[in-house]
């Protein structure tokens, strides 16, 4: 067995470095926070030692936005919510112009608000839990903050150069920073479990790759559709009708029907006058109708074949039709239709889309099985030959079966991968955008797979054809495809880390969300935030 030497651990900057990304991987939400917390109190002491009264003009430098537990939610120079306050305008500096000015106050404003209304709820549950932030481990945070820093070490003078308020501001906030953390850390740890990141990350372990050919539905030939309507002519036979149709009762109908017979009134002018439906403007007129048409006219097959049988010129008799009568006239003798005419062909066409469609996709699969009887005697008549690739992997030299069939039938093939199972294209959606814990399908950009990933057949078939083979044919979306998986590997331990990294960050994201939503939306909070802004914000912006 191979001696195993033991790795030392790095000395000065390069351990520095390590800590800080193992600190962030263990738990990514809690060492985010412990930033944020420590730039806060940067800002709030180094940067801005001191906020003026808010925007001049006699507007007073204490304003009350409401209450959290009868907390004041309260803006004063130098406290959370100023500080909240200068951060985000800060961060929105370069997105405020003349135009929006206003518009962009108000975000700032309200966002530092519900910071702040976050932050007084989390230390009014931890007040009420018992939990007070232990003196020792509040000292030694502060003593780590920069401004006392001296040679990389804590510097007493420059500790004493602040004045005592100043330092017992800075103590509190500290003290109250580690308490917010420790209430974000115990309600993620409720929700995260080790079974459920570990089964995540392994979903991710098994990857391939693949090459695939599609079918293109929409490209089923002309000659199939020809072949379909000579199969069923009654279906396409063509006549030009017109009706009346009257809503009261079946006597009206008679009676207007009978006016036209008599000569009293006009076929046209009745449909303008008496009928109730959408061809009326047009006279009656309902165009030019294949037989199979008439089944979204509410008719029967009985009536149907009545109708299409009427000779040119002549009326049917009253139908009912639901709750209303109609009748009709014939304009024009039946015919068969004329594959000849794009028109009509396109008609067909449609209709074996939607009524037939079966018909399509086996003709397609049948195109499949062709193709993958090519791929196998190709494979029969030659010898594999085998090499390496630069991780070691083993893969195919030279055109495969598939390629070679692919190429005979004039087809032109789509790749994809590597990529684990991912029904969905599984995204969680943060208030940082949408994170994927996996590499999506949809990225690979191959349109023939449009709407593949929430297809459980496609991942079903994917992942079980044996390597070098051609799949069973599918349908997904307007595609019959094959695949033919190329490679299958193990993610390396780095991908693995990146997984749960992400999967670690999207819960924590989730977290702060769902806690942010718990203080905002409940009944304690006494949001007066907008007729503060207006009466005091607003006019100066």
Do not use: C
């Not at 030497?5 to 900057?13: A, L, R, T």
């Not at 412990?34 to 007073?60: D, K, N």
């Not at 066409?349 to 037939?356: K, L, T």
Request: aromatic share 12%; proline share 4%; charged share 25%.
């Amino acid at each position: 067995m191979a001696n195993k030497v033991k790795k030392q651990p790095d000395s000065g900057e390069n351990s520095s470095k390590s800590e800080i990304v193992r600190r962030f991987k263990a738990n990514p939400f809690v060492f985010i926070g412990t930033i944020v917390v420590l730039i806060i109190v940067i800002v709030a002491f180094v940067l801005v030692p001191a906020i003026p009264g808010v925007g001049g003009g006699g507007a007073p430098a204490d304003l009350n936005f409401g209450a959290y537990d009868k907390v004041p939610i309260s803006y004063v120079p130098g406290n959370y919510f100023a500080q909240m306050q200068n951060n985000i305008e800060y961060n929105y500096r370069s997105s405020i112009n003349e135009g929006n000015a206003q518009y962009m106050s108000y975000q700032v404003w309200r966002q530092a608000f519900e910071e702040t209304v976050v932050h007084t709820g989390i230390l009014q549950e931890m007040k009420k839990a018992g939990y007070l932030a232990p003196k020792d481990l509040v000292d030694r945070e502060v003593a780590q903050l920069p401004q006392f820093q001296e040679n990389g070490r804590f510097s007493s003078a420059k500790y004493r150069q602040y004045d005592n308020t100043a330092r017992m501001a800075m103590w509190r906030q500290v003290q109250e920073g580690i308490a917010e953390r420790h209430y974000h850390q115990d309600i993620e740890e409720l929700r995260r479990s080790s079974k459920e990141e570990a089964f995540v990350t392994n979903m991710a372990a098994r990857q391939r790759r693949f090459d695939g050919v599609a079918f293109s539905i929409d490209a089923y030939p002309d000659q199939e559709v020809i072949a379909y309507a000579a199969e069923n002519p009654a279906l396409f036979k063509t006549t030009h009708l017109s009706r009346i149709t009257i809503s009261a009762n079946e006597r009206e109908a008679r009676q207007v029907l009978a006016s036209i017979k008599d000569g009293i009134s006009t076929f046209e002018d009745a449909a303008k006058t008496h009928s109730q439906d959408s061809y009326a403007e047009q006279g009656g007129d309902m165009g030019i109708k294949m037989a199979y048409e008439l089944s979204s006219e509410g008719l029967d097959a009985g009536q149907q074949e009545q109708l299409i049988g009427l000779p040119r010129g002549e009326y049917s008799d009253v139908i009912k039709l639901g709750s209303e009568w109609a009748f009709f006239r014939a304009e024009d003798a039946v015919y068969p239709a004329d594959t000849t005419d794009n028109t009509v062909l396109g008609k067909i066409r449609s209709y074996v889309m939607e009524f037939v469609r079966g018909r399509v996709e086996d003709f397609y699969f049948k195109e499949a099985e062709d193709l993958t009887n090519i791929a196998v005697e190709f494979e029969r008549g030659r010898t594999a030959e085998w090499s390496t690739d630069e991780n070691g992997n083993r893969i195919r030299v030279g055109r495969t079966g598939f390629e070679e069939a692919v190429y005979q039938k004039g087809l032109q093939k789509f790749s994809f991968g590597p990529l684990p199972v991912n029904y969905g294209d599984l995204q969680i959606s943060t208030q940082y955008g949408a994170i994927g814990i996996f590499p999506l399908l949809s990225s690979f950009q191959a349109a023939e797979l449009a709407g593949a990933a929430s297809n459980e057949n496609f991942w079903l078939t994917a992942f079980s054809t044996p390597l070098y083979t051609s799949s069973k044919p599918l349908v997904v979306g307007n595609n019959v495809i094959v695949l033919y998986p190329l490679e299958e590997t193990s993610a390396d331990e780095e991908s693995l880390d990146n997984v749960k990294s992400r999967y670690s960050f999207a819960l924590s994201s989730i977290s702060e969300q769902s806690i942010h939503s718990f203080f905002l939306k409940s009944e304690k909070l006494e949001d007066r935030f907008m007729d503060t802004f207006i009466r005091y914000l607003w006019a100066q912006n």
